[in-house]
């Protein structure tokens, strides 16, 4: 099993930055994705970007695409989400989640196929 533990929400107004971080422990073998998704209240999960763990292939939503940037550290056992040019409309709770199936630059596998998440940590961008 992987433990993922979420950091770097916060308030920010429109335009400005925040970069998430998630440290993920545990039995890290099997994991071949790492996602963030977003949720916001009324609706569905969103899944905003991926990387391949091996390939270090990303993958954006439309969204996001040109605004937010996903990274890896694996000395540091991180995955970072850089998110620039923040809108309201990405006011949401961001989760980071590990799943054994692969992604690339145009598939982000569902969030049902992440068996691993974390607890969110809310972003919030006021106009």
């Known amino acids: 099993q992987v433990q993922l533990v979420e950091s770097g929400g916060g308030l920010v107004q429109a335009g400005g930055s925040l970069r998430l971080s998630c440290t993920v422990s545990?039995?890290?073998?099997?994991?071949?994705?790492m996602g963030w998704f977003r949720q916001a209240p009324g609706k569905e999960r969103e899944g905003v970007a991926g990387?391949?763990?091996?390939?270090?292939?990303?993958y954006y939503a439309d969204s996001v695409k040109g605004r937010f940037t996903i990274s890896q550290d694996n000395a540091k056992k991180t995955v970072a989400l850089q998110m620039n040019s923040l809108k309201p409309e990405d006011n949401a709770i961001y989760f980071c989640?590990?799943?054994?199936?692969?992604?690339?630059?145009?598939?982000?596998?569902?969030?049902?196929?992440?068996?691993?998440w974390g607890q969110g940590t809310q972003v919030t961008v006021s106009s």
């Open positions: 989640a590990a799943s054994t199936v692969r992604c690339g630059t145009y598939y982000l596998p569902p969030g049902g196929r992440f068996g691993d």
């Open positions: 545990g039995y890290i073998y099997s994991t071949y994705c």
């Open positions: 990387i391949n763990t091996d390939s270090a292939q990303t």
